[in-house]
């Protein structure tokens, strides 16, 4: 509380006064609006377009990606139908009716061996399959010793990190 100069009765006493200063608040206030009315036009990205109507447009009916996995012992299997490595382009081929831009996704055993995954990478990369995701697990949790290593991990819903 602010107090004024008036003095009342015996000794000299100081009245509270009453009222709230505003002006600090008035000062901070405006203050505030300049800064927003500063930064708000630099928040908007990208240039402004208009964009063309195109009536022959349809919408685009994403396909199912194909589902590659890689067991920890090595095996190849496209959904459920277990394979060997040699005969997978030719049923990758058959399951994507020849569409060479189809997404595939690898899921490969955190135990599998690094070249069991890379042969398979290499061998779609190769024959022109090149839209390739690599899926991973959200909830897989590193070991106490190893989580200064993975502080920086992001534990997001499963990721997919294509290759084009």
Do not use: C, W
Not at 54 to 68: F, G, L, M, R, T
Not at 146 to 163: Q, Y
């Amino acid at each position: 509380m602010a107090f004024g100069n008036q003095s009342f009765g015996n000794g000299g006493l100081h009245r509270p006064q009453a009222d709230i200063n505003v002006t600090p608040l008035v000062d901070v206030m405006l203050v505030l609006l300049i800064v927003f009315m500063i930064t708000a036009p630099m928040l908007a990205t990208g240039l402004k377009v208009e964009l063309p109507q195109a009536k022959a447009a349809q919408p685009i009916n994403p396909k199912d990606p194909i589902v590659v996995s890689v067991t920890r012992e090595g095996k190849v299997a496209i959904g459920q139908d277990e394979m060997d490595v040699a005969s997978l382009i030719d049923a990758l081929i058959v399951k994507a009716e020849g569409d060479m831009t189809r997404v595939i996704q690898v899921r490969a055993d955190k135990d599998a061996s690094y070249g069991d995954i890379v042969g398979v990478i290499d061998q779609l990369a190769t024959n022109g399959m090149t839209h390739i995701a690599l899926i991973s697990d959200r909830k897989a949790t590193a070991p106490a010793h190893d989580m200064a290593a993975t502080a920086s991990i992001d534990h997001s819903p499963p990721v997919t990190a294509a290759a084009r």
